[in-house]
T-cell receptor, first 116, second 114 residues
Framework: ETGVTQSPTHLIKTRGQQVTLRCSSQSGHNTVSWYQQALGQGPQFIFQYYREEENGRGNFPPRFSGLQFPNYSSELNVNALELDDSALYLC???????????????FGDGTRLSIL | AQSVAQPEDQVNVAEGNPLTVKCTYSVSGNPYLFWYVQYPNRGLQFLLKYITGDNLVKGSYGFEAEFNKSQTSFHLKKPSALVSDSALYFCAVRDGNNFNKFYFGSGTKLNVKP
């Protein structure tokens, strides 16, 4: 079984730029969530995608956007980067089975984004 | 509002001794609770979950957690700690109103000394 993979592992950008982070879900999983983990903090939920549509969003501005593709892979796009966007971005996949979100999420190792 | 609190930034325990990592939660509806572990420069790994049923939940690597509804707690426990258990532990709760949202605590660093 292939786990969740994220690319790139590290990225350096400057303020005002745009960035795209990528995630391949674990095989058999149809739902993907994105989290931001600042240094020394727990993951903060950004949004979740199911069937190529956003179906849940945390307290993040619209410059954070995403996509989910038919093969369930996903992208996180961030526009107009700010210094506070520096963080580890985690992707997590799970299988929605009609029983609600009681299935555990499987996480990738994340993309470390640094904003200069 | 949904939230998770991990009151201890760090827990120190000697190898072979029992360990407890504390978690309290606030959620509307039935709580769906999870524990994850994070090793340096890695993503989170699932340890165990509580959905319904027995209050004592057993998970991976010998960990277990006790759900206490009256105290709104879900503490992680292990009878005998290993040095390799040293890592960052996160408690998480599913949003009772929006099943697609999860809230994580701030994490507890577990240090197991030989």
């Amino acid at each position: 079984e292939t786990g969740v993979t994220q690319s790139p592992t590290h990225l350096i950008k400057t303020r005002g730029q745009q960035v795209t982070l990528r995630c391949s879900s674990q095989s058999g999983h149809n739902t993907v969530s994105w989290y931001q983990q600042a240094l020394g903090q727990g993951p903060q939920f950004i949004f979740q995608y199911y069937r190529e549509e956003e179906n849940g969003r945390g307290n993040f501005p619209p410059r954070f956007s995403g996509l989910q593709f038919p093969n369930y892979s996903s992208e996180l796009n961030v526009n107009a980067l700010e210094l506070d966007d520096s963080a580890l971005y985690l992707c997590a996949s799970s299988q929605f089975s009609g029983q609600g979100a009681n299935q555990p999420q499987h996480f990738g190792d994340g993309t470390r984004l640094s904003i200069l | 509002a949904q939230s998770v609190a991990q009151p201890e930034d760090q827990v120190n325990v000697a190898e072979g001794n029992p360990l407890t990592v504390k978690c309290t939660y606030s959620v509307s509806g039935n709580p769906y609770l999870f524990w994850y572990v994070q090793y340096p420069n890695r993503g989170l790994q699932f340890l165990l979950k509580y959905i319904t049923g027995d209050n004592l939940v057993k998970g991976s690597y010998g960990f277990e957690a006790e759900f206490n509804k009256s105290q709104t707690s879900f503490h992680l426990k292990k009878p005998s700690a290993l040095v390799s258990d040293s890592a960052l532990y996160f408690c998480a709760v599913r949003d009772g109103n929006n099943f697609n949202k999860f809230y994580f605590g701030s994490g507890t660093k577990l240090n197991v000394k030989p």
